[in-house]
């Protein structure tokens, strides 16, 4: 598929044209190319580099600060949700949430602002919907560092137009339960591993979630099972049961202190974690966030769910979430966005990097 994009083009017009671009993770090399050689034509006054299926471009003005955007090319796989189609004022189609509108907003800015008051780095990037070994963004991280460098990073994920601030940690544990194989009719000869599972089971429905505020940002943490297996045929008891909890932790806890209050919390069980991911402090104090709370007005919001902020923090750069659509929808069939949002989202961030 070979596409022409417009990046000076209205940026609900730039989000249609990606959506229609199909890219799910592992298959982006058809809109990584249209990115690259829109920019390459477009806007002449960015370095550009190509890294698979990354596409990095920036300025190099040598002004005082420097902000850098991020936005994954990647959908989740097509669910009878392609091509776009708009309607009533909301644009339709797989991507326009999550979150081809925040890569249209970067790209338009990339073309159309040549003489920004910070210098401004922008990253696109493949593979965020699928294991996080895959994730552009992480490879970049590891080949080619200094283009991560920044005194604010926005990645542009979903936040309904709203500044929403670090993120929320996340770790995947799995308790298993061992027993003794018998037939059910001679059940007590037997140990039936699953039941085993009942006390962990019990523990996860009465445990109170804890709601912490930081920088006046709320993250309220949640403890979920989200898997349960076991059993070997309908007239043996089971010898092995497996259960697995994801963890969502605010902030203020690192994945240490998360793996030692899940160890507290289900005391006496075999418990493995399988994942893990630090969240993201607000980091709003940072002059150049204070420019972009400025530009967008209102109060920001904490963000639930982990994005690729943390990465930034991790390296000690500030980071928010600031981007056009409904994270409740993404990944939904009936994936939408207001296209009032993308406007405004462009209308802010051109604010913040123009003065």
Request: net charge negative; aromatic share 4%.
């Amino acid at each position: 598929m070979t596409v022409e994009l417009d990046l000076t083009a209205d940026p609900i017009d730039l989000t249609a044209a990606l959506v229609d671009i199909p890219s799910v993770s592992g298959d982006e090399q058809a809109i990584a190319d249209a990115v690259e050689r829109a920019l390459r034509v477009q806007a002449p006054h960015l370095e550009i580099v190509r890294l698979g299926n990354n596409v990095l471009a920036r300025t190099t003005l040598g002004k005082p600060s420097r902000v850098v955007f991020a936005g994954h090319l990647d959908t989740v796989p097509v669910n009878a949700n392609l091509p776009s189609r708009r309607e009533d004022g909301f644009l339709h189609g797989l991507g326009t949430v999550d979150m081809k509108g925040g890569d249209a907003v970067m790209l338009h800015l990339a073309a159309t602002v040549t003489d920004p008051t910070h210098d401004l780095t922008f990253l696109f990037y493949e593979c965020e919907e699928i294991e996080a070994a895959r994730n552009g963004l992480g490879r970049v991280e590891r080949e080619l560092p200094d283009w991560m460098t920044g005194d604010l990073a926005i990645v542009c994920e979903p936040s309904n137009a709203i500044v929403e601030a670090g993120c929320q940690g996340t770790m995947r544990i799995e308790i298993r339960t061992s027993g003794t194989r018998a037939h059910t009719a001679r059940a007590w000869m037997g140990a039936n591993a699953i039941h085993a599972l009942g006390a962990a089971l019990n523990v996860l429905a009465g445990y109170e979630t804890r709601t912490v505020e930081i920088d006046g940002c709320t993250y309220r943490e949640g403890l979920q099972a989200v898997h349960i297996g076991g059993g070997v045929s309908g007239n043996v008891v089971p010898d092995a049961a497996l259960l697995r909890i994801n963890f969502r932790f605010a902030p203020d806890r690192t994945p240490a202190q998360a793996e030692t209050h899940l160890r507290e919390v289900f005391a006496g069980f075999d418990v493995e974690v399988v994942d893990s991911a630090a969240g993201a402090l607000p980091g709003l104090t940072a002059p150049a966030a204070r420019d972009l709370m400025a530009a967008a007005g209102g109060d920001p919001v904490g963000k639930l769910g982990w994005t690729d902020v943390a990465r930034f923090a991790a390296l000690d750069i500030p980071a928010v979430n600031f981007g056009p659509g409904d994270p409740l929808l993404a990944h939904m069939q009936q994936e939408n966005v207001p296209v009032e949002q993308i406007t405004r989202c462009a209308d802010v961030l051109r604010k913040l990097v123009t003065g």
